[in-house]
C-alpha cells in the first residue's frame, strides 16, 4: 500500500482531527450519571468508571440497572454530536490510502 499523503488525504486527516477533538469536549462536558432509584429520582452525577462500578458492585438491583441506564446515555450521545461523520471521515481517508476501510488501514499499520 501507498503511504504518500495527497492534499486531499491531508485534508479529511485534518477535518477529522478536528472533529474528534470537538467530540471530545462535548464528551467530556456530557452531564453523565444516574437517577437514584425510588422516591426522590435525583439525578447523581457519576463518570463512567464510577457507573461500571456501581453496576458490578452495588447489592441493589435498582441502582445496578439505573447506572445501566445512565451508561447507555453515552452512545446516543456521540452520535449526535459528530461520531457517525468522524466514521465517514476515516473511512473515506482510508479508502483514498488503497484499504478497505479505517479498521484494515489501523489492523495493518499496527502488523
Known amino acids: 500500500k501507498c503511504y504518500a499523503t495527497s492534499p486531499e488525504i491531508k485534508e479529511i486527516r485534518e477535518l477529522t482531527s478536528e472533529k474528534e477533538s470537538q467530540l471530545e469536549m462535548s464528551r467530556n462536558r456530557m452531564e453523565l450519571g444516574y437517577r437514584s ?50 466514521i465517514k471521515l476515516r473511512n473515506k481517508m482510508a479508502k483514498a490510502l488503497g484499504f478497505e476501510d479505517y479498521y484494515d488501514f489501523k489492523v495493518t499499520n499496527a502488523e
Do not use: Q, W
Open 37 to 86: 432509584p425510588g422516591d426522590d429520582g435525583r439525578f447523581v452525577a457519576m463518570s463512567s468508571v464510577g457507573l461500571r462500578n456501581l453496576m458490578s458492585t452495588n447489592p441493589n438491583e435498582a441502582t445496578r440497572k439505573a447506572a445501566y441506564e445512565g451508561l447507555r446515555t453515552i452512545g446516543p450521545f456521540v452520535c449526535e454530536h459528530g461520531f457517525v461523520e468522524i
